[in-house]
């Protein structure tokens, strides 16, 4: 019999001694979790701590009209370049996102060719040529083009008048 009572000691002095450990730690919580539920017990009374202000004496100062800003902005309105008659563009006289106004020469096409042919009829004029078809339909060429040489439409056969005969497109 006093084998088992020393078996049962052996057991039991481990488990007291872990359960007066638990105790001893649930003990010590339980303090410093009252301590600090009073201290906000005193805090509510005080009420809400006072307010951080900054300081500066008061100067004048010149505003400006402008400000610095870092962003980014889209266009409300767009347009879309294409032009009539096909060609080479020599020159752009915009950047792109750029601010044009109603009027403004933005591209010019080579109008080699149409001047060309623009002189040709002129000179044809000047020599009294006469250009009748079949028909007795007399011809010319109709341009859209400044005396500069700078493209302002497309270029067309025209019937400039009719001298005898029935003349149409």
Not at 132 to 153: E, F, P
Request: charged share 20%; hydrophobic share 40%.
């Amino acid at each position: 019999m006093g084998e088992i009572i020393g078996q049962r000691v052996r057991f039991l002095l481990p488990i007291l001694g872990l359960v007066a450990l638990i105790a001893v730690l649930v003990a010590i919580k339980f303090t410093q979790i009252s301590s600090l539920m009073n201290m906000g017990k005193e805090m509510a009374k005080a009420g809400p701590p006072p307010e951080t202000v900054g300081t500066a004496v008061a100067q004048t100062q010149v505003w400006e009209g402008t400000l610095s800003a870092v962003g980014s902005i889209t266009a409300a309105k767009g347009v879309v370049l294409s032009n009539d008659a096909p060609g080479i563009v020599p020159h752009i006289y915009f950047e792109s996102g750029a601010v044009v106004r109603q009027g403004q020469t933005l591209v010019d096409l080579d109008t080699s060719v149409e001047r060309a042919q623009l002189a040709s009829s002129r000179a044809g004029a000047r020599n009294g040529e006469d250009r009748r078809d079949s028909r007795g339909c007399d011809h010319a060429l109709a341009t859209h083009t400044d005396d500069d040489g700078r493209y302002r439409g497309r270029a067309f056969p025209a019937h400039a008048r009719q001298r005898s005969g029935r003349c149409g497109p």
